[in-house]
């Protein structure tokens, strides 16, 4: 068979050339050696978004660019594997592997399992900075458990997810990593995006993939223009994220405000939330996304516009009015 940028089929063949075979053998040998079973799968999602999206790759690896899109544009693509994560004993603290249902050193089956990887965004230089919103797109490859809990389930969800860095969500959280976040860090660590997370859901991601992979079967869900359509994923209910640091108490009346809703003096953040759930409703969930992610990061940025290089400034104007 032969395969082609932009076909289902290629994309379920690419699977299980390139991932189910390997994560089949590195696992057998993960028994022998009881070194880690993960396959790593940074280049293997490049792959696979190749593939999903019609785009060729850069041919560079790490380096340059990892999608050629029309017009001399670049796509990024960013991958976080799931899957395989060492986790722990309850009982003892020892390591368990995914593969493993109980503890090797105590045969406890209280087992702990760990599913904490995420995206990482590196903008060390302000060059770095400037250049964050170049790509057309960012793609955020995902492969999960699709039941952590239950070792005996070892299907795997693949999901792809496409942002434009140049909604409000994405650059404001960029400039506020940068100016805020990273200036007051030793380490100047790459920025930690969670999937699934409050910032993520405001940066408007878009699912344009999903597969179910099996121990042998590759069942696609959602693909471009085939099976299903790309999803816009939404903001869980307000009320649900109130545990989550991104969302204070300031920019929930701000935000409430600013849709034309009353606080009525209240400054209980459930009661405020349920509030501005309601209020959801009356405008797009786009829209809504945009007056959340101003209200979340403007207080953090406000008086810092000058430190914002040019070139993110031009690509997102509402930053200088911060």
């Not at 390139?18 to 028994?31: H, I, M, N, P, Q």
């Not at 993520?200 to 299903?228: C, H, Q, W």
């Not at 969930?285 to 945009?290: A, K, S």
Request: aromatic share 10%.
């Amino acid at each position: 068979m032969k395969h082609n940028l932009g076909s289902l089929e290629s994309s379920e063949a690419l699977i299980k050339d390139l991932y189910l075979g390997l994560r089949k053998t590195v696992g057998a040998w993960s028994e022998v050696t009881n070194q880690t079973p993960q396959a790593r799968m940074g280049y293997v999602g490049q792959h696979l978004v190749s593939v999903v999206t019609g785009y060729p790759g850069g041919k560079s690896g790490a380096r340059g660019y990892d999608l050629i899109m029309p017009g001399k544009g670049f796509g990024e693509i960013k991958t976080c594997y799931r899957v395989d994560q060492l986790g722990s004993c309850k009982k003892c603290g020892a390591g368990v592997s995914s593969l493993e249902f109980k503890c090797a050193s105590c045969e406890s089956t209280q087992v702990i399992r760990k599913d904490d990887s995420k995206w990482l965004l590196s903008i060390k230089t302000d060059a770095d900075f400037a250049a964050v919103l170049e790509p057309i797109s960012y793609y955020f490859v995902l492969f999960e458990f699709e039941d952590l809990f239950d070792a005996s389930n070892q299907n795997i969800i693949a999901s792809i997810w496409e942002v434009d860095p140049r909604s409000l969500g994405f650059a404001l959280c960029m400039a506020d990593y940068k100016i805020n976040i990273q200036s007051n860090s030793k380490s100047s660590a790459p920025f930690n995006l969670w999937p699934f997370s409050t910032k993520f859901y405001l940066m408007k991601p878009i699912l344009v993939y999903r597969s179910l992979i099996g121990v042998d079967s590759v069942k696609t869900e959602i693909f471009p223009n085939e099976a299903g359509k790309p999803i816009i994923e939404v903001l869980p209910d307000i009320g649900d994220l109130l545990r989550k640091r991104t969302l204070t108490l300031e920019s929930i009346q701000n935000s409430i405000l600013e849709l034309g809703g009353k606080l009525g003096g209240s400054e209980d953040k459930r009661v405020l939330a349920d509030s501005l759930q309601k209020l959801r409703a009356t405008v797009e969930e786009q829209e809504f996304l945009d007056v959340v992610a101003r209200n979340v990061y403007t207080p953090l940025l406000k008086g810092k516009s000058h430190l914002i290089p040019k070139s993110v400034l031009e690509a997102v104007p509402f930053l200088t009015t911060i």
